[in-house]
């Protein structure tokens, strides 16, 4: 099968997911900067989960430009990706509307992990589709980056037990660590070039 169909089915949720959580931003309740200071905390969390969305997606483009063919395992391994990025409103809001409580933002450290862990998934399920051939395969190399983000999720979900606050730091921490795009698949593509 082709890819067209997936990433362009895949760009449209990511694309609502967004707009879902720009919708759900609280507008201030005077035309004043100081009750703009009352959204802070929704605007900086808004921001931290649209940069997650801008990195799946990001990534996702760029690997989706190595795969060479898909099958019914990829697509389902996709829908389980898109299914954890499509809770980020939720989690994000709750997050937000608790001014940061702990269990909100442990249960966003878990979305984070689990969206992580599914994204993991598909990959691993684009190479077993393709074999031994894999061009995704050679490209990603050991991913050490995607090895370490669950671990610094952990940790980040680990010290929301101590201070919610602190346990934003880490996930703040793999967002920067991703937030360039994957240059071992950009180098592969330029080297390379697309697969069609």
């Not at 989690?91 to 937000?96: G, I, L, S, Y």
């Not at 933002?105 to 984070?112: K, T």
């Not at 862990?117 to 991913?143: H, M, N, P, T, W």
């Not at 606050?165 to 991703?178: C, E, N, R, T, Y």
């Amino acid at each position: 099968m082709r890819t067209g169909r997936l990433e362009a089915f895949s760009d449209g949720v990511l694309a609502i997911i967004i707009t879902i959580m720009v919708l759900e931003l609280r507008t201030p309740s005077e035309p004043t900067l100081s009750a703009l200071g009352d959204s802070l905390t929704g605007l900086l969390t808004y921001l931290l989960s649209f940069i997650y969305i801008g990195i799946y997606w990001s990534n996702h483009h760029h690997m989706f430009q190595l795969c060479q063919r898909i099958n019914g395992a990829v697509l389902w391994a996709n829908l389980n990706l898109l299914f954890w990025l499509s809770l980020y409103p939720f989690t994000t809001r709750w997050m937000d509307e608790s001014d940061l409580a702990r269990t909100p933002v442990v249960v966003y450290g878990i979305n984070l992990l689990l969206a992580a862990i599914a994204y993991f998934v598909l990959q691993q399920s684009i190479i077993r589709a393709e074999g031994d051939d894999s061009l995704l395969k050679r490209a990603i190399g050991r991913d050490r980056k995607g090895k370490a983000s669950p671990l610094i999720y952990l940790t980040g979900i680990a010290l929301c037990y101590v201070d919610p606050l602190v346990g934003l730091v880490p996930f703040v921490v793999v967002a920067v660590i991703w937030l360039v795009p994957d240059r071992r698949l950009e180098g592969y593509i330029a080297e390379h070039g697309r697969v069609d």
